[in-house]
């Protein structure tokens, strides 16, 4: 076997890192395009964005086991090829179904690629240097989080929505054909895969998901809405119950004894439900009701967007100044003041002046979130499980997404719609109010995560942490 080589390794992960990250946000501010061209409503945009990231979330841990198992290049390539290919598809779309699916088909290529870019890198680097690969790892994915609004609305204003998934193809195919010759093949230990918690966390997340979305327009009491609704939550309890008994679980249940794991996680999902479920509903009312372009509704996200890029150095003496629980709490606290801010001065005729105090502190809040969560993970976690943690950690962020849209989006419906500027506001606002109150809660929970066990400074790199990728 060839040795693998750090600069080819990094050209071909960090362009694919950059690529997917770019996506989780490129569609943003091309949805009030797509919900005009494609003559959908609340439902459809909500879908188009949560097909993506639900299939992310649920085929991270098993994408890894396969992995390990047939072949980490081999496998990369192939999620690469249906993530290209899936671009091109969404880029087709004759209507809102099919954008959808193929959505659904992306988020599972990107669930496989995005994981293995930092596995074949930390194995293609010298101890010594891997420090500077990760950093440049996480650079990379934020930068794809950073611009991806910006770019998103660019090439929406040039040309048409269709092009946000068409620049993927030549990127794509350009990597399919390099990554042969620049990646080195690795293997990890073979693991059993776990399709039957595969099956059941997928449906029950997709149950509840639909529940929600479907709500509002059929009624809470509908035979399907509740029919969903309970189906996902009896199969989420027998996905857990499964998970509890069988013995190679695709998420070990013992992680969550420790208050710490259980914690942690839980402010990942509430940060994610509310900031993400809120970046929904704020691009659109940028630019449906604040009557900015595309472009410029990505360039005015950045001080929201772009501030961990700027922050985000500054955590490390920080957290070796207060702690990790300390820092933690601060960045829910920056989140839920800036949240609430938006809730508070958000009209029909709220200036954009008047929004930038609140993108900032909730973009200070989420640059100091993401640093100390991932110590905390991997530290509140048993060694042998780090790279589990890890991936298990990133699920539940994108189902934070997930729920934060489908969530928000139904009390949006309930209170509002998109008929008039006032009717937006009406159901943006409580929205927001919902979601600063879940950030504050978080907050306090906080306060709740015990001192870090000795482990906590080990780093992992078989299943990474990705930097977030939200809507």
Sequence with gaps: MSKPHPVRTFVITGVALFMVALDNLIVTNALPDIRTDLGTGLEGLEWTVNAYTLTFAVLLLPAAAVADRWGRRRLFIGGLAVFTAASAAAALAPNIGMLIA?????????????????????????????????????MMSGLGVALGPVLGGAVT??????????????VGVV??????GFLTESRGAAKRLDLVGTVLVAGGVLGLVLGLVRANEHGWTSGQVLGALIGGAVLLLAFAGYEARTAE????????????????????????????????????????????SPLDA???????????????????????????????????????????????????????????????????????????????????????????????????????????????????AAQGDFTTPQAFADGLQPALWLGAAVLGVAAVAALLIPALPTHAEQVSVEAPEPAETPA
């Design 298 to 412: 990505g360039v005015r996200s950045l001080p929201w967007t772009g501030m961990p890029l700027l922050v985000a150095p500054l955590t490390a003496p920080l957290i070796a100044r207060i702690g990790v629980r300390n820092v933690l709490a601060l960045a829910m606290v920056f989140q839920t003041a800036g949240i609430a801010w938006l809730a508070a001065v958000l009209s029909p005729t709220a200036s954009y002046g008047e929004m930038v105090p609140a993108f900032v502190l909730a973009g200070i809040g989420m640059a100091l979130f993401f640093p100390p969560i991932a110590r905390a993970v991997l530290g509140f976690a048993p060694p042998e499980l780090s790279g589990v943690a890890s991936g298990v950690s990133n699920s539940l962020r994108q189902l934070g997404t997930v729920l934060g849209i489908a969530v928000l989006g139904a009390v949006f």
């Design 175 to 180: 990597l399919l054909a390099l990554a042969p």
């Design 102 to 138: 193929a959505r659904a088909v992306q988020g599972a290529g990107g669930a496989i690629v995005m994981p293995l870019t930092l596995t074949l890198l930390a194995a293609a680097v010298p101890p010594a240097r891997r420090g500077v690969a990760l950093a440049a790892w996480s």
């Design 249 to 292: 679980p695709m998420l070990p249940m013992r992680m969550f004894r420790s208050r710490g794991f259980s914690v942690v996680n839980g402010l990942s999902l509430a940060m994610s439900f509310a900031m993400f479920g809120a970046t929904f509903l704020l691009i659109q009312f940028m630019q449906g009701v604040q009557h900015m």
């Design 157 to 170: 204003q040039a040309a048409t929505w269709q092009w946000i998934f068409w620049i993927n193809v030549p």
